[in-house]
């Protein structure tokens, strides 16, 4: 996606004065979609009736890049936070939201701590919410091609510790052997179009993940009391094949939440809306609409075999 400026684009100043980047598109109710720009082209489609705001998270993107180590401390839980001074900027009440992978933790964390604050979440491909649970192998997809797609990535590690390499070429080179393992159907990895290498923050993300992000994130482990006060509605959508973020950890969020109900998308990955588009486009429409959409389940069990048959797509 193309990093143009728009007439919508700005930046939002959090209380420690760090900066971040958003855009606005569309007319109507607003929703959210914290480190969303790499959904923006093909989200975008909802701005007939709503206004999305697209942002960077902290340290993201264009948002500003930090360098302040006290700014970045708190990792995920600092994420959550921003999104309340987001929403307060933006005057929300009660806020929409939609949220991929690991950011699906951070509205996690947002509904424990600011439950008032929401009306509607989707999470698509959410990171599991407690990072130590190991999955039984049908809820994973840990395949060869993850497996293969591993090596290569630690075989680029060596080299971008070389001096000769240009940041930007090891970013694409890291993103063209990362794509296979975010789709079941490998003619669909050139569709992943989310490495915004030509950004530093993004070309630097590892390190910032390593150091901040994952440890904050393992250090947390959510219990269905947590989220006892977080009655709003969440939509839950996730691929069965996805090798980034564990199906079972979608339905263990399924289980966390006291109003929610997982999408469960057979013959998907970590993108569920590229390789299902109508299934998972209609189910979007019809949740922010106000209504659960038909293939949406109630789960009762961690395990899909101890439940009735399904009829997603």
């Known amino acids: 996606m193309a990093h143009a400026i728009h007439p919508s684009d700005g930046y939002i100043t959090m209380p420690d004065g760090v900066r971040l980047f958003y855009r606005k ?4 109710p607003q929703v959210l979609l914290p480190n969303g720009f790499h959904l923006f082209d093909d989200f975008q489609r909802f701005a007939a009736r709503r206004t ?19 700014k970045l401390a708190n990792g995920i839980l600092q994420d959550a936070d921003d ?27 947002y509904a ?3 439950p008032s604050h929401l009306s509607r979440m989707i999470l698509l491909g959410p990171m599991q919410p407690n990072a130590a649970t190991q999955y039984p192998a049908h809820l994973t997809n840990a395949d060869s091609t993850l497996a293969e797609v591993l090596s290569r990535l630690a075989e680029l590690q060596k080299q971008r510790s070389s001096p000769d390499q240009d940041p930007r070429e090891a970013c694409e080179k890291f993103w063209s052997a990362l794509r296979p393992i975010y789709v079941a159907n490998p003619v669909d990895a050139g569709k992943i179009k989310w490495s915004r290498c030509d950004l530093p923050n993004e070309r630097n993300f590892m390190k910032y993940w ?8 393992q250090r947390l482990h959510f219990s269905p009391a947590d989220l006892a006060n977080a009655k709003a509605p969440v939509l839950i959508v996730h691929g069965v094949k996805d090798r980034s973020s564990p199906y079972g950890g979608g339905r263990d969020w399924a289980l966390l939440f006291p109003n929610a109900r997982l999408l469960t998308v057979e013959n998907a990955a970590h993108a569920p809306w590229i390789e299902a588009p109508d299934l998972v486009f209609s189910s979007i429409q019809t949740f922010l609409d106000g209504h659960w959409p038909d293939a949406a389940r109630t789960i009762t069990s961690l395990d899909p075999r101890d439940e009735p048959a399904r009829i997603n797509g």
């Open 25 to 28: 598109t569309g007319s109507g």
């Open 52 to 70: 999305l705001i697209f942002y960077d998270v902290r340290n993201r993107g264009q948002s500003d890049s930090v360098t302040d180590p006290s």
């Open 83 to 109: 999104l309340d001074a987001v929403r307060r900027h933006f005057e929300i009440t009660r806020l929409d939201a939609i949220a991929h992978s690991y950011i699906g933790v951070m509205l996690g964390l």
């Open 112 to 114: 424990k701590k600011y």
């Open 210 to 217: 390593i150091g901040s992000i994952l440890p904050s994130i």
